[in-house]
């Protein structure tokens, strides 16, 4: 009897576990940390973490930066971010620049893929976003080759 309410509990949390991760398999492929070089090679500028919550930074670089989380999902080859509209953190100086309306609802049109970056095409403009930290073996090699 033990054995079987046991086995019964583990099952419920495997499913409730799996059961949140809502994301689609081309969203599984993206999972995580993306710079873009020409902003900074330091701070990222998005967090996509496989439980599906994401954090966007915005960066003014050597002014101010601040961050928003929410939530992310690949749909129709679109990159959907939904925030909570406000900042979570602030780095910086607010006075020379203004945070200003943070959108609820940000979809980007994926324009490539390769595994090592992500472009997004913004306004007409394909922006090139490098991802990091997604593949914990290569990370530990280069980490021991420094």
């Known amino acids: 009897m033990k054995t079987a309410t046991k086995f019964l509990t583990l099952l419920c949390t495997v499913m409730a576990v799996t059961g949140c ?34 954090t966007v930074h915005a960066i003014k670089p050597g002014v101010m930066s601040y961050t928003v989380n929410g ?10 971010i939904e925030t909570e509209g406000v900042a979570a953190s602030v780095t910086g100086d607010t006075t020379v620049i ?6 609820t609802r940000i979809s980007y049109a994926i324009a490539d ?14 922006y090139v976003y490098v ?6 073996e290569l990370e530990k090699a280069s980490k021991t080759a420094e």
């Open 21 to 54: 991760n809502r994301l689609s398999e081309e969203a599984r492929q993206m999972t995580g940390v993306y710079y873009q070089t020409a902003v900074s090679e330091n701070e990222p500028v998005m967090e996509l973490n496989d439980n599906g919550s994401c």
């Open 71 to 80: 939530t992310w999902n690949v749909e129709n080859d679109s990159l959907l």
């Open 98 to 103: 203004r945070i200003g309306r943070i959108p």
């Open 113 to 126: 893929f390769n595994g090592l970056s992500l472009t997004l095409r913004r306004d007409g403009n394909d």
């Open 131 to 136: 991802r990091r930290g997604h593949n914990e």
